[in-house]
């Protein structure tokens, strides 16, 4: 929560489901940093995931937040896994100004011995595909589409190689997510918790974002030097100190966080994006989707002399009469 009187730039300022952007001038570098707490116990609480799953899903919430509130106009920031984990599917999307809604899918057998096994992590429960970032700015607009190959691969570690790869800029991402157990009135309830921290390097000078290399070929001896930014380099080592628990800590908050690791340098924050739980889905939405249906398809849909339509991401359930769309057609 906001703390009374609190003004931008006092710790506890921007509270939970706030992203909070930043930049610091010394070091050419601006970020964003958030913690989510009651959206993802709303999201999280529509839906009898495994707790490993639901966290794998937290995190990739929280990336979607931070990435999709640098949009500058009016759209959609969407992050989507196809993979051959447990996990074989994840999706969520930001539409701007700050609607998230989001929902996995996972093959439950297997969720379960990978669980018994011990090889819950993220990585393990993706497996082999492709995470897929795109922009979609509206009708009559060209979507942006960057593919990241997973490969027992960390989400973390996806955004990484998508920035060095699509949008070649230096970038650093911190994910955290933990399920804190806070004493109620009857006993101790369960509330999820996530951090997250997205940094890049934007110098004015074109020549200063070269990275190093990527790892070459047969006979590459790893011995090529690092012409990495001092700057960079820096903001890199700094970033890295963070822990998971600072992260998703509600007494540091973002703001403290930041201070934390660049007050040194002086570290500048702007006005918060708040975060909504809020799902697109409407029955008027439906029934146009529906009246797009053949005779044969309307029939094929009845179930129990209804059409019935559960929306994946908010678990809504809506009814339909046949006769409705049967008659028309």
């Known amino acids: 929560m906001t703390a009374p009187h609190a003004k931008l730039g006092d710790f506890g300022f921007a509270g939970d489901d706030t992203v909070v952007p930043f930049q610091v001038g010394p070091l050419d570098a601006r970020g964003r940093v958030v913690q989510l707490g009651p959206i993802l116990d709303a999201i999280l609480g529509r839906h009898d995931y495994p707790e490993p799953v639901a ?3 937290a995190e990739a919430m929280t990336l979607t937040v931070l990435l999709g509130t640098s949009l500058k106009f009016d759209g959609k920031f969407i992050l989507q896994t196809r993979s051959d984990g447990p996990v074989d599917m994840l999706v969520a999307d930001f539409t ?3 609607s998230l809604r989001a929902y996995a899918s996972f093959d439950a057998e297997r969720m379960a011995e990978a669980s018994a096994a011990g090889k819950a992590s993220p990585a393990d429960l993706l497996g082999k595909g492709v995470l897929a970032l795109t922009i979609d700015q509206g009708q009559h607009m060209q979507r942006y589409q960057g593919i990241v190959q997973l490969d027992s691969t960390s989400l973390e570690d996806a955004a990484r190689t998508y920035f060095r790869q699509s949008e070649q800029i230096p970038t650093e991402v911190r994910l955290s997510v933990a399920r804190q ?6 006993g ?3 509330h999820w918790r996530s951090g997250g ?3 890049q390097f934007l110098p004015e000078a074109p020549e200063r974002l070269r990275l190093p ?3 070459g070929g047969d006979g590459d001896n790893g011995e090529m030097p690092d012409p990495t930014d ?4 820096e903001v890199q080592a700094l970033v890295s100190t963070v822990e998971a628990d600072e992260l998703i800590d509600p007494t540091v908050g973002p703001e403290r966080l930041l201070y934390r690791l660049f007050h040194e340098h002086g570290v ?6 708040d975060v909504i739980d809020d799902c697109s889905c409407s029955r008027e939405k439906i029934r146009g989707i529906l009246d797009g249906f053949t005779e044969e398809e309307i029939s094929d849909s009845i179930e129990d002399g209804k059409i019935k339509v559960s929306c994946e991401f908010c678990s809504t359930h809506y009814e339909f009469d046949p006769t409705d769309f049967v008659t028309r057609n």
């Open 55 to 57: 966290r794998l899903l």
């Open 96 to 98: 701007t100004p700050g």
């Open 181 to 186: 157990m806070i004493k109620g009135q009857n």
């Open 188 to 190: 101790f309830d369960g």
């Open 197 to 199: 921290l997205l940094s």
């Open 213 to 215: 290399d990527l790892p």
């Open 230 to 233: 001092d700057a960079w380099a």
């Open 268 to 273: 500048h924050v702007f006005e918060g994006a």
